[in-house]
């Protein structure tokens, strides 16, 4: 079974474009995440969510938005697509330890998105 | 802020040759530090990880990691390297930063080894 899942594996669309990329996990995690990993596999988180907070990346341009209808998913979605939109996007959960902190990220296989 | 480092980019070492990778960070805190590993087209997934108790951290596929609190750091090693080792490597801190749990990523090393 699929730890984490994402959907599309690839996405190909035009400047200007609003898309979605769907995360689900099968854990039972009480955080999820959305990574971005660009050509250098630079990788910088994005958001951070539980049922709690949402935390954001303030370096992340406000056209990103993560929707979670439930415990278990985290999507992404991104207004009016630029051409530095273009990279590989990880999502990822962990379960949040005793302390607050975070444990182990568990990631899924990622969706590399291209805009033309 | 909390910064990771790490400062070997590429890599390159013949089969059997011993590996360390760097990883120092910049955060004066607790921290939970990782190591994670990126195959070629595929997911990062988890090597080891380091929260309290013995600073020499063992984990999968023959790799350790010792952390030195007074250096900050949290160096990777293998003794003998596979070509299967080919991948990149991430190393991760986790910690409070403003209230709020927070994880920063290394820029990676890439790792090639030549059979």
């Known amino acids: 079974d699929t730890a984490v899942s994402q959907t599309p594996k690839y996405l190909v669309t035009q400047m200007g474009n609003d898309k979605s990329i769907k995360c689900e996990q099968n854990?039972?995690?009480?955080?999820m995440y959305w990574y971005k990993q660009d050509s250098k596999k630079f990788l910088k988180i994005m958001f951070s969510?539980?049922?709690?907070?949402?935390?954001i990346n303030e370096t992340v341009p406000n056209r990103f938005s993560p929707k979670s209808p439930d415990k278990a998913h985290l999507n992404l979605h991104i207004n009016s697509l630029e051409l530095g939109d273009s990279a590989v996007y990880f999502c990822?959960?962990?379960?949040?330890?005793?302390?607050?902190?975070?444990?182990?990220?568990?990631f899924g296989p990622g969706t590399r998105l291209t805009v033309l | 802020a909390q910064s990771v480092s790490q400062h070997n980019h590429h890599v390159i070492l013949s089969e059997a040759a011993s590996l360390e990778l760097g990883c120092n960070y910049s955060?004066?805190?607790?921290?939970?530090l990782f190591w994670y590993v990126q195959y070629p087209g595929q997911h990062l997934q988890l090597l080891l990880k380091?929260?309290?108790?013995?600073?020499l951290v063992k984990g999968i596929k023959g790799f350790e990691a010792e952390f030195i609190k007074s250096k900050f750091s949290f160096n990777l090693r293998k003794p003998s390297v596979q070509w299967s080792d080919t991948a990149e490597y991430f190393c991760?801190?986790?910690?409070?930063?403003?209230?709020?749990?927070?994880?920063?990523f290394g820029t990676g090393t890439k790792l090639q080894v030549i059979p």
């Open positions: 991760a801190v986790n910690a409070a930063s403003g209230g709020y749990q927070k994880v920063t």
């Open positions: 854990l039972g995690h009480d955080t």
């Open positions: 380091y929260f309290s108790g013995d600073p």
């Open positions: 990822a959960s962990s379960q949040e330890r005793l302390a607050g902190s975070w444990d182990t990220q568990y």
């Open positions: 955060y004066g805190g607790t921290v939970n």
């Open positions: 969510y539980n049922n709690k907070e949402l935390i």
